[in-house]
Structure formats: structure tokens, C-alpha cells
């Protein structure tokens, strides 16, 4: 084991509560693969599971104060989310033994000691920026530590331990965990009010990240985009405090920024051109959208900054083979392809349909959409209908609620009722609402599914009765 991947003491034997999250999964990969003794419960076996049993991890199904004794001597540390509520059995039981309790980020926090750190956050884009940044990264053979929101399509992971010194982190600000982390090189892909469940009001949101600025650790960079006015604000505000910026996008203007002078999309992805240091050059984009060109354009950013050199990193990029769940292709049925998407916020919804719609040629979208969390769907339905509208067919579900509670008259509906201009569905119950996109595509259309909760089991179910269809004639 290398000397930046000392395994602090409080975590050499872990219990992780709600470790098949993308979140925990990920923290219990790498503290296996430094040494540490891994026990875990959740409420439902997970596909990550068989990977952490083969590495030695100890997973039950549910949860029991019980569960604490896999190891003699109990856990040095038990680990949460801000999903675990104070009356979880494992939760009472570690506190009333006086067991550590760490949050999810302060462990996280624990494995980059030694390394250098760069930490991607935004509203929208840092998972696909974190995979972009670590995939360059890889290619440039640097072998960094890593920890996604999302697993690589390379790879099929969400972390990994590295030998390098490096240390690659999606930053959440959902819950403002990610004040926990001191990075050495920070990304804002954009910030735009998110989470007001937590955050409470749009104004607390947007202090969060000038808070997250203030703890880049000194002789460190923030990298901005330019074209997202509470971004550049807050780039603007640490640049007077000192702080050393980077900036990218098409209205930059600096000799350290990247000025995006424009995307030309393909079939499959797109060319951004940069001007950087003064110089013209073309960067691949294997993924689609201009969106996605941005996020390239950061992690270009990041990675010069982390001393990887730019042809290498160019040819990461352009290699780059997407994240799971981000316009994940999962296949091709009576001349219909489909596709799974995460986006679950109208601005991500928008900019994911608009880079659909080139992908589909002369096909026609159809989405299935899947709100997530009642109180995003209530502040926001006006503005998902609008996105929606960029689609051809929309059948809209019922709101995922996940950590939330139900509350009255916020559906599904609430949003499929201002849908304006295109054909619009609304459909609660899951099999008919495959019975009804099954439906309403034609041969050589585009179908994706969309949103942050369980509708990515959708896409097998749809592809499965486009292939009866085809097999009836």
C-alpha cells in the first residue's frame, strides 16, 4: 500500500448502513481494496452486492442492531447517509455503544488524506464530469483513486483505489456534505437552485457553493463556468478573495480560460473547439450534446491542472464511453432504440431532450418521464412541462418520492397537465404505462426513460414487447 493511501485508524473496520447506495458502494469498494474489514446492511439486495461479497464484505439483508457484530469487537466506525433516519435499529445501537458515527462525506473525506484532491460539483453534469476527468485521467495511465455518483461504462464502477496520488470526487451538494472535503482543484459545472427540501431557499443553495469555494485549500483552483451566471458570480467573489480561477465556456474572455467557440454534433457525439492559451484546438466528444461538450471542457481544465498532459487527455475524452444512466443505450427492438437517462431536473430534462433530438435523426422522441421527489415536482412542474415539450410523445409517471413523504394533490399530473404542443400521457401504473410507449413508437424512433428513481427498469420491460411486436408482424 502506497503511502497516500494510508487507511485511517476510526475506519479499519466498517459498518456501512445502506450500503448498496451509489454513494456507500462506492466508499466500501476502496476500504476493501486498502485493507479494512466491510459489514453492511440495506433494505433490498443490490447488483453492487455480488461485486463487495467477492471482495470480503459482509452484506445482510435488513436491518438489526445484530447486524453491528460481524467482526470481533464490533465496527471502529459506523458510516450513514443523511437517507438514515435517527430511528434506525443499527444507528441506536452504534450511539448506544459509543460507536463512531461518520457521514458519508467524512469518510470519504478520511480516504483522500494523502492525495491530491479534485472535487466536481454543480447542480447539473458533475457525475458526467467526475467520469470524464477520471477517464482522461486513466488514459493518461495516472491511475487515480476515484468515487462517482454513477458506475463507468469502462469499467462497470462507481470508486476504485488507485496507486497514483491523485484522488478524483463527485461533491454532492445536495445535503451540504461536501463543505467536508479540501480540495486542491474544484470544479462548478453551474448552480442552479436544487434541493430546497434541505436547502430550504434558493438563496441558502447558491451560499453553499461560495462556502465549498472557501474551502479549496491554499495555492489551490476553482474552475467555473463562465456561462452560468450564479457560477460566475460566485467564481468572481473567491477571485477577490484570492482565490486562483479557471473558466470555461463560450462568453470567457481570459488568458487562463477556455473559450468554447462552438460544438458541432455527430451521430455519435459531437467536436467542441476550444481556444485555450491561445491556441485552436478540436476535442471529441463520444458522448452527445453540447452539455456534454461543456463538461469536457472542465475536465480538460481539471486535468491540465492535475499536471496530465493535453494530448492525453484529449484522447481520454474521446474515448470516453459514458456513465451508467446517463443516455445508456439498452438496445434496439423492432427498429426502435432505447435509451435510460438520469436526468430528473427540468434543466437537465431539457438539455438531455435537445441532445435526443440529434441522436434520433430523423426518428421521432419519445420519453418516458419519471418525476422525482413531490417537492422538486411541485416547485418545478410548470418548468419540466416545458422541457418535456421537446419531445414528440410524453408519457409522464408518478412522482418517485424516495426519502419523502406523499403530499396531496402533487402527482405525476401535476405536471403532464401543462405539457403544451406535443401529445402528452399520463400514467401511474408502471405495465401499462409500457403497454402505452410500446404503443406510441413507430419503427426508427428514439424511446427514452427518464428520472432519478426506479424507471430505469422500464427500458428491458419496453425492449421485451418491441421484440413481440416485432415477432406478431
Known sequence: MSETAE??????????????????????RILLARGAQVSGSDAKDSRAFSTLRGQGAVIVIGQSADNLDA???????VVVSTAIKETNPELVAARERGI????????????????????????????????????????????????????LNESGANAHHGS??????????????????????????????????????????????????????????????????????????????GLRVRRYGRTVTGAEDAKVLGYTPGPEGGVVRIVLQGNEIDVKVAVPGEHMALNATAALLAGLEL???????????????????RFEFKGRADDVRVYDDYAHHPTEVAAQL???????GSGRVVVVFQPHL???????????????????????????GAREEPEPGVTGALIADQVKGTSVHYEPAFDLAVTLAVGLVKPGDLLVTMGAGDVTSLGPEILAELDRRSEQG
Open 374 to 400: 413531490y417537492s422538486r415536482t411541485k416547485t418545478f412542474s410548470t418548468e419540466f412541462a416545458e422541457a418535456l415539450s421537446l419531445a414528440d410523445e410524453v408519457v409522464v409517471l408518478d412522482v418517485f
Open 7 to 28: 487507511l485511517p485508524p476510526v475506519l479499519r473496520r466498517a459498518h456501512l448502513i445502506g450500503i448498496g447506495g451509489a454513494g456507500m458502494s462506492g466508499i466500501a
Open 100 to 151: 463512531t458515527v461518520l457521514h458519508r462525506a467524512q469518510a470519504l473525506a478520511g480516504l483522500m488524506e494523502g492525495h491530491r484532491v479534485a472535487c466536481i460539483a454543480g447542480t447539473h453534469g458533475k457525475t458526467s464530469t467526475t467520469s470524464m476527468l477520471t477517464v482522461a485521467l486513466q488514459h493518461c495511465r495516472l491511475d487515480p483513486s476515484f468515487a462517482i455518483g454513477g458506475d
Open 71 to 77: 467482526f470481533d469487537g464490533g465496527p471502529s466506525a
Open 354 to 360: 435537445k441532445a435526443v433530438r440529434h441522436a434520433a
Open 164 to 241: 497514483g496520488g491523485i484522488f478524483v470526487a463527485e461533491a454532492d451538494e445536495s445535503d451540504g456534505s461536501f463543505l467536508t472535503y479540501t480540495p486542491s482543484v474544484a470544479v462548478v459545472t453551474n448552480v442552479e437552485p436544487d434541493h430546497l427540501d434541505h436547502h430550504g431557499t434558493p438563496e441558502a443553495y447558491v451560499a453553499v457553493f461560495t462556502e465549498f469555494a472557501k474551502r479549496i485549500e491554499p495555492g489551490g483552483v476553482l474552475i467555473v463556468c463562465g456561462d452560468d451566471a450564479p457560477a460566475a458570480a460566485m467564481a468572481d467573489r473567491a477571485e477577490a478573495d
Open 307 to 325: 499536471g496530465a498532459p493535453l494530448e492525453g487527455l484529449a484522447e481520454g475524452l474521446a474515448a470516453f464511453g459514458g456513465v451508467r444512466r
